[in-house]
């Protein structure tokens, strides 16, 4: 579901609570996806057939809470969002939990000149931070991943050339 979260995100720049045709095409060209589908989203969110996307529509769909959703795209709106630069890939991880933690992985990233020393400092900020068990794992290049953490804490993220892999597991 994190994913259709943030491609909403992604697509509703302006907080309008609705996608347009034109606006769902755009984005699937920047993220290289087929034109097939614009035509699956439409045929399975647009329930009214309007050519227009409604927040309540696409939430109903993927059981989502629309004002909850609708307060995460004003947030980003409103400059409250991610920092400039950083990219979201994926994760489960709260909108307000991506953003300090991206904000924490650029300061690692101004506080050393050697990128080996950054995934130290962003874990032990993290761990005095927010609690125990941070990992951080910094990818320069393609990569593929698989692991465990503790729900509703993972974050995949891209900033310049740079990939952070950041979760948290639990203490057990």
């Not at 909403?8 to 606006?23: F, Y």
């Not at 993927?62 to 909850?68: C, M, R, T």
């Not at 941070?134 to 593929?144: A, D, E, P, R, T």
Request: with cysteine.
């Amino acid at each position: 579901m994190e994913a259709f979260k943030e491609a909403w995100l992604a697509i509703d720049t302006q907080a309008k609570g609705q996608i347009s045709a034109q606006e769902l095409t755009a984005y699937m060209k920047r993220q290289n996806y087929d034109d097939t589908f614009v035509k699956k989203w439409l045929d399975l969110f647009d329930k009214d057939k309007s050519g227009t996307i409604e927040i309540e529509e696409y939430c109903d769909v993927l059981g989502l809470n629309h004002a909850q959703l609708m307060s995460e795209v004003r947030v980003r709106v409103s400059g409250g969002g991610l920092p400039a630069g950083v990219v979201y890939i994926s994760g489960d991880m709260d909108l307000s939990w991506q953003i300090k933690l991206a904000q924490l992985s650029l300061e690692g990233l101004r506080s050393s000149a050697n990128l080996k020393d950054v995934p130290k400092y962003i874990k032990a900020q993290a761990d005095k931070l927010y609690g125990q068990l941070w990992h951080v794992v910094i990818v320069n290049g393609q990569f593929w991943c698989y692991y465990g953490h503790e729900p509703g804490y993972s974050f995949v993220f891209r900033y310049e050339k740079y990939i952070f892999v950041i979760f948290k597991t639990p203490m057990s």
